[in-house]
């Protein structure tokens, strides 16, 4: 009976997480949504693909490029504005620079 009560309450819990998640990003895109260009979108389409989890130790300027095919000053330029604009948040210097969406409460 235990294992079950556990089983049960771990599902209970990734179902709350998930709610949550789901909140967050509905109010991201309701903040958000107008202000990304087409390149912007599908980055930040890519980083709500991987759920819960998030896009493991952020979006690098590389992650940028190869996702959305674009040059590098672009990617440079396309990521400041996310972070201008409140969407994104922005880690590190140099190559170690990351970036996550901003998921406000």
Same mark, same amino acid.
């Given at each position: 009976?235990?294992?079950? #009560?556990e089983?049960?309450?771990? !599902?209970?819990?990734?179902?709350? *997480?998930? +709610?949550?998640?789901?909140?967050?990003?509905?109010? @991201?895109?309701?903040?958000?949504?107008?202000?990304?260009? *087409?390149?912007?979108?599908?980055?930040? #389409?890519?980083? @709500?693909? /991987? !759920?819960?989890?998030? @896009?493991?130790?952020?979006v690098?300027?590389?992650?940028?490029?190869?996702i959305? !095919? +674009?040059?590098?000053? +672009?990617a440079?330029?396309?990521?400041?504005?996310?972070?201008?604009?409140?969407?994104?948040?922005?880690?590190?210097?140099?190559?170690? +620079?990351?970036?996550?969406?901003?998921?406000? /409460?």
């Amino acid at each position: 009976m235990l294992w079950f #009560a556990e089983r049960v309450l771990d !599902g209970l819990s990734y179902s709350e *997480e998930l +709610t949550r998640f789901i909140i967050l990003k509905t109010r @991201f895109h309701e903040r958000f949504a107008a202000q990304l260009n *087409e390149r912007q979108a599908k980055m930040v #389409a890519r980083i @709500f693909r /991987e !759920g819960l989890s998030g @896009f493991e130790g952020g979006v690098s300027a590389e992650n940028y490029i190869r996702i959305t !095919g +674009t040059s590098r000053a +672009t990617a440079t330029r396309d990521l400041q504005e996310l972070v201008s604009i409140g969407a994104f948040t922005r880690t590190g210097s140099l190559k170690g +620079t990351r970036y996550n969406a901003n998921y406000m /409460e």
